[in-house]
């Protein structure tokens, strides 16, 4: 009886190594490439777009705000 789980276990083992790559080779198959010439929207001209560090600065506006909040909330309870 104990001879039967050592023998399934490396027949487990070797399915399942065989199994994975053949589920994500397929997988890769079935999912759609992105195309280089698709696009994701519409562009928006880099002139009106806000640089990188407006947003960081509008971002960490909010989240002082919202902290702000939550802690006014606590105070009040």
Known sequence: EAAIPKMLAPCLLRRVVLTVPLVFVVALLLVEPVRCDQEAGTAIPAESRPCVDCHAFEF??????DLKKTAYNLDTR
């Open 60 to 65: 960490m506006q909010r989240a002082l705000q």
